[in-house]
């Protein structure tokens, strides 16, 4: 396997924090970055990345849905019989790391188990 160079650009960059700010971030860099004040900055905007996620159609809620035929949960697959209710998710714009890009055009249901789990993520 050939061996590649990384290099990263750097440039530095000006910005202001408050007194309690730059104490957490020394105490951070000491901790976990070896004094490195930069990979501590970096690794807390790559976090809040991950974290804030990406704009799209999330899930605000869900509208109980009596199935008049045989019906599967979207994340869970059990099967439900005809009479039974299961949960269709109500989307709105907005940002989450499953935020999806463009409204599913599928039959979506879901259990009152998965959809639970859904709502509280
Ligand atoms: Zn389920």
Known sequence: MPSYAIIHTVKRLNFTLDDETI????????????GNKSLAVRAAVESLATHLGHEGWVIAGFVPVEVDSDSEC????????????????????GRASKALQYLPREQWLECSDCAQTLVSE
Do not use: S
């Not at 979207?74 to 714009?93: D, I, M, S």
């Open 74 to 93: 979207h994340t869970c697959h059990r099967h439900f019989a005809p009479g039974e209710t299961l949960y269709r998710p109500v989307f709105r714009k």
């Open 23 to 34: 104490e957490l971030l020394n105490r951070i860099a000491e901790q976990y970055y070896h």
